[in-house]
């Protein structure tokens, strides 16, 4: 099981393979199909912030609430946060991670459900590295 972190479903919901190889987001794209494929709620609460935001570069997106339904449909599952995801969030900056709430959640949510995290986000990928407790998608 595949959990997308923002930036990453951001790509998959706008075809952009800049950052991400086709091959692995036609991989993406299976994995929901196959109802393989994660988001945290945390993760539409991170994208109406950032179109919020007066230069945002999501111009190609639709509004949150159509894309949520959308990927829903598609077969993504959304994970909501438990107290338990909630306090390993917190938990994770006595390992070292840096201070970002969004990311702490996404991680924490990546830990508690055994999911493999998709991110290119060069922080997390840093302290996954020296952790070597999170297990991580490839995106190349």
């Not at 190609?60 to 159509?66: A, D, F, I, K, V």
């Not at 107290?83 to 924490?108: E, S, T």
Request: glycine share 6%; net charge negative; aromatic share 4%.
């Amino acid at each position: 099981m595949i959990l997308l972190d923002t930036h990453v479903l951001v790509w998959c919901a706008t075809g952009d393979t800049r950052k991400m190889s086709s091959d692995r987001m036609d991989e993406v794209d299976a994995a929901m199909l196959n109802g393989e494929a994660a988001v945290s709620s945390v993760t539409f609460w991170e994208l109406e912030h950032i179109r919020r935001k007066p230069r945002n570069n999501m111009v190609r997106m639709p509004p949150t609430s159509s894309l949520r339904l959308r990927l829903l449909s598609d077969g993504i599952r959304e994970v909501s946060p438990t107290g338990d995801i909630m306090v390993k969030a917190v938990q994770l900056g006595d390992d070292g991670f840096h201070k970002d709430p969004m990311d702490r959640i996404i991680v924490a949510t990546a830990l508690r459900g055994g999911f493999r995290l998709a991110t290119a986000d060069a922080q997390i990928l840093a302290w996954a590295s020296q952790a070597n407790r999170l297990d991580l998608f490839d995106l190349h």
